[in-house]
């Protein structure tokens, strides 16, 4: 095989009928960068998700159409959320592709019977226990860790950044039943068949009554809580058979079941794994369980497994309508703080709580990927290197970067380190690149100071930055300006004298030149002029001046220390939108934050700087 003859090509899907999921999330994620890759999104044409994917430039194939099936017979990997049939509903296709299994949510239960069943190539976890459940040597799966990862699920990273973000709203969403949701129409497709006697079974009479409660009623008239009802997907054929009163909303089917999530405060739910999205955001939830022994007894495509609801779940387990009323008017009461046990609960569920689930599954991807492409031709991987590297894509320069390290095959060694670093610190992976650069003896101690001093640089640690820029023998004009700026920092004045004498004016900018003379007015404590400097001349900088020089840092900064932080927002506002990921932009937030009480907040940004 040779890497140019294989069309990168990743087929991603959710349902047939509804997008919203993981295969969403992580579409988005690769089209952000990856632009490499050639990727697209299976969805129906009549399903409420196509117009708002197509206006985001999603890349969609209608489902079951023979440009899916050629698709798919030329990609390398499907991605989604769902499994058998629904991704593959064709026959005799030639199948040279690999799937990976994106889940749905976590799994809680014993779905061995079914799992089983699934072909895939490479499935998702979440927290450790489920993980264990999966692999360990007693379990009654046929996969191992080969197949089985333990990543986090690609919209967990959109409920890391929004789990501040919820007002005064109730979510109910209980999960479907197998035995009274209706058979499919057909196999190759979600639709399912209407069962007439739906309006007869406990579940939609117990669900009924509680959205018709008077305790409910007079929560949203005295405490102005909204209550969303919102159907599984596979009984959202019964939502008129319900009684809904005007003081309950029905959820848009337009908006994505994961917005509902992030706008809510609490979760009523019965056996839903979507408790585990509102536990990663640290929302509390009710498990109603009015039917726990027949739902245990086969309602559903599973049987109890690891978790135990009254010991690991996120909240309290009720079986009474009253019980449950009273539970609810105590947390709305509260303000929706959530209480341990349940916070130990979830502080030991998941394997990791921030917003790297894409990027560790992307990872996954491009090994099961590589791993179909023998005989790897390293001249086609070293060009595309190159163009990682002018594009600044990151991770897929990683991952090239590195092939080509570990290769053995004698190429410049020293490029090839210098992308693979520069690839880990447009990451913000500081510790993993320190550590490369520990490990290589084959590196000079000035090219070790080098890129010590610019991580350190970077992460705003001046002292330890200025420490190795002093043993270089030789500074460029780059490099000058650095150690410029960390003098600033601190404040040393005389250093910064020192520096700027033997600058050589013609090599730099007039930006460059403006900034030089704001960071010594900075050094000097003079930051009224430099305020002046920097507002005069700011909207002459080109973008790759003002990401790389940062005068809007400096400008939020100069009013933080003056304690007008409606400007200093505006400044910080400003840097967003030319590089949201850049460690000094998050310390600024996070020291803002910290200005305004905003210790949550605080905290966020710098886990975000070391994650």
Same mark, same amino acid.
């Given at each position: 095989?040779?890497?140019?003859?294989?069309?990168?090509?990743?087929?991603?899907?959710?349902?047939?009928?509804?997008?919203?999921?993981?295969?969403?999330?992580?579409?988005?994620?690769?089209?952000?960068?990856?632009?490499?890759?050639?990727?697209?999104?299976?969805?129906?044409?009549?399903?409420?998700?196509?117009?708002?994917?197509?206006?985001?430039?999603?890349?969609?194939?209608?489902?079951?159409?023979?440009?899916?099936?050629?698709?798919?017979?030329?990609?390398?990997?499907?991605?989604?959320?769902?499994?058998?049939?629904?991704?593959?509903?064709?026959?005799?296709?030639?199948?040279?592709?690999?799937?990976?299994?994106?889940?749905?949510?976590?799994?809680?239960?014993?779905?061995?019977?079914?799992?089983?069943?699934?072909?895939?190539?490479?499935?998702?976890?979440?927290?450790?226990?489920?993980?264990?459940?999966?692999?360990?040597?007693?379990?009654?799966?046929?996969?191992?860790?080969?197949?089985?990862?333990?990543?986090?699920?690609?919209?967990?990273?959109?409920?890391?950044?929004?789990?501040?973000?919820?007002?005064?709203?109730?979510?109910?969403?209980?999960?479907?039943?197998?035995?009274?949701?209706?058979?499919?129409?057909?196999?190759?497709?979600?639709?399912?068949?209407?069962?007439?006697?739906?309006?007869?079974?406990?579940?939609?009479?117990?669900?009924?009554?509680?959205?018709?409660?008077?305790?409910?009623?007079?929560?949203?008239?005295?405490?102005?809580?909204?209550?969303?009802?919102?159907?599984?997907?596979?009984?959202?054929?019964?939502?008129?058979?319900?009684?809904?009163?005007?003081?309950?909303?029905?959820?848009?089917?337009?908006?994505?079941?994961?917005?509902?999530?992030?706008?809510?405060?609490?979760?009523?739910?019965?056996?839903?794994?979507?408790?585990?999205?509102?536990?990663?955001?640290?929302?509390?939830?009710?498990?109603?369980?009015?039917?726990?022994?027949?739902?245990?007894?086969?309602?559903?495509?599973?049987?109890?497994?690891?978790?135990?609801?009254?010991?690991?779940?996120?909240?309290?387990?009720?079986?009474?309508?009253?019980?449950?009323?009273?539970?609810?008017?105590?947390?709305?009461?509260?303000?929706?703080?959530?209480?341990?046990?349940?916070?130990?609960?979830?502080?030991?569920?998941?394997?990791?709580?921030?917003?790297?689930?894409?990027?560790?599954?992307?990872?996954?991807?491009?090994?099961?990927?590589?791993?179909?492409?023998?005989?790897?031709?390293?001249?086609?991987?070293?060009?595309?290197?190159?163009?990682?590297?002018?594009?600044?894509?990151?991770?897929?320069?990683?991952?090239?970067?590195?092939?080509?390290?570990?290769?053995?095959?004698?190429?410049?060694?020293?490029?090839?380190?210098?992308?693979?670093?520069?690839?880990?610190?447009?990451?913000?992976?500081?510790?993993?690149?320190?550590?490369?650069?520990?490990?290589?003896?084959?590196?000079?101690?000035?090219?070790?100071?080098?890129?010590? @001093?610019? %991580?350190?640089? +970077?992460?705003? *640690? &001046?002292?330890? /930055?200025?420490? !190795?820029?002093?043993?270089?023998?030789?500074?460029?004009?780059?490099?000058?300006?650095?150690?410029?700026?960390?003098?600033?920092?601190?404040?040393?004045?005389?250093?910064?004298?020192?520096?700027?004498?033997?600058?050589?004016?013609?090599?730099?900018?007039?930006?460059?030149?403006?900034?030089?003379?704001?960071?010594?007015?900075?050094?000097?404590?003079?930051?009224?002029?430099?305020?002046?400097?920097?507002?005069?001349?700011?909207?002459?900088?080109?973008?790759?001046?003002?990401?790389?020089?940062?005068?809007?840092?400096?400008? @939020?900064? %100069?009013?933080? +220390?003056?304690? *007008? &932080?409606?400007? /200093?927002?505006? !400044?910080?506002?400003?840097?967003?939108?030319?590089?949201?990921?850049?460690?000094?932009?998050?310390?600024?937030?996070?020291?803002?934050?910290?200005?305004?009480?905003?210790?949550?907040?605080?905290?966020?940004?710098?886990?975000?700087?070391?994650?």
């Amino acid at each position: 095989f040779n890497i140019n003859r294989i069309q990168d090509v990743w087929l991603f899907m959710d349902r047939d009928d509804k997008a919203g999921d993981n295969a969403e999330f992580l579409y988005e994620y690769v089209k952000s960068f990856d632009t490499d890759k050639t990727i697209y999104f299976v969805l129906d044409e009549k399903s409420v998700d196509w117009i708002r994917l197509k206006d985001k430039g999603f890349n969609l194939i209608r489902h079951g159409t023979l440009e899916h099936k050629r698709v798919l017979e030329e990609c390398s990997l499907v991605i989604s959320s769902q499994t058998n049939r629904l991704i593959e509903p064709f026959e005799n296709i030639e199948k040279k592709y690999k799937i990976v299994f994106l889940q749905h949510g976590v799994i809680k239960d014993d779905l061995s019977n079914w799992l089983n069943t699934v072909d895939m190539n490479l499935m998702l976890t979440s927290s450790r226990d489920e993980y264990e459940s999966i692999v360990s040597d007693h379990s009654p799966y046929k996969y191992g860790d080969k197949e089985i990862k333990l990543t986090g699920l690609p919209r967990f990273d959109s409920l890391y950044v929004n789990k501040n973000n919820n007002k005064n709203q109730v979510l109910i969403m209980f999960t479907w039943r197998r035995g009274i949701a209706g058979g499919f129409v057909t196999r190759l497709k979600s639709e399912r068949e209407f069962n007439h006697d739906f309006m007869d079974s406990d579940y939609y009479n117990y669900i009924n009554n509680l959205i018709n409660s008077d305790g409910i009623k007079r929560l949203v008239a005295e405490k102005d809580t909204k209550f969303i009802f919102c159907p599984h997907p596979n009984m959202i054929n019964y939502l008129d058979c319900f009684d809904i009163p005007d003081y309950i909303e029905i959820a848009d089917e337009t908006k994505r079941i994961h917005d509902l999530i992030n706008d809510s405060s609490m979760l009523i739910t019965d056996y839903s794994s979507i408790a585990f999205d509102f536990a990663y955001q640290s929302k509390p939830v009710i498990y109603y369980q009015f039917d726990k022994e027949i739902f245990a007894n086969g309602e559903h495509t599973y049987t109890p497994g690891y978790f135990s609801y009254d010991n690991d779940g996120f909240g309290p387990v009720i079986s009474l309508e009253k019980d449950l009323v009273l539970n609810i008017k105590e947390i709305v009461n509260d303000n929706f703080t959530m209480v341990d046990p349940y916070i130990s609960r979830i502080n030991k569920t998941f394997a990791f709580n921030d917003c790297n689930n894409c990027n560790r599954v992307y990872n996954h991807l491009l090994e099961l990927d590589s791993s179909q492409k023998e005989n790897i031709n390293f001249e086609g991987l070293e060009k595309r290197s190159y163009l990682s590297n002018a594009k600044k894509g990151w991770q897929i320069l990683e991952f090239r970067a590195k092939n080509i390290l570990e290769s053995g095959i004698k190429y410049d060694e020293d490029l090839y380190s210098k992308y693979y670093i520069e690839s880990l610190i447009g990451q913000n992976k500081f510790t993993e690149a320190l550590e490369f650069i520990n490990s290589d003896l084959n590196f000079e101690v000035k090219t070790k100071s080098y890129w010590k @001093a610019k %991580i350190y640089y +970077v992460i705003a *640690d &001046y002292k330890e /930055a200025i420490k !190795y820029f002093e043993l270089l023998p030789v500074l460029n004009k780059d490099d000058t300006l650095f150690l410029l700026r960390c003098y600033a920092e601190l404040g040393e004045s005389e250093s910064f004298e020192n520096i700027k004498q033997i600058v050589k004016k013609t090599l730099y900018s007039n930006e460059q030149l403006v900034m030089i003379d704001s960071w010594e007015n900075q050094a000097f404590g003079r930051l009224e002029q430099a305020r002046k400097l920097l507002e005069k001349n700011i909207y002459k900088f080109n973008e790759q001046e003002l990401q790389s020089l940062q005068p809007h840092l400096l400008l @939020a900064y %100069i009013f933080r +220390v003056k304690l *007008d &932080y409606d400007r /200093a927002a505006f !400044y910080l506002s400003e840097f967003e939108k030319i590089d949201k990921n850049a460690p000094r932009f998050l310390i600024e937030i996070a020291r803002f934050s910290f200005d305004q009480e905003n210790y949550i907040k605080c905290l966020n940004q710098y886990e975000r700087v070391v994650s």
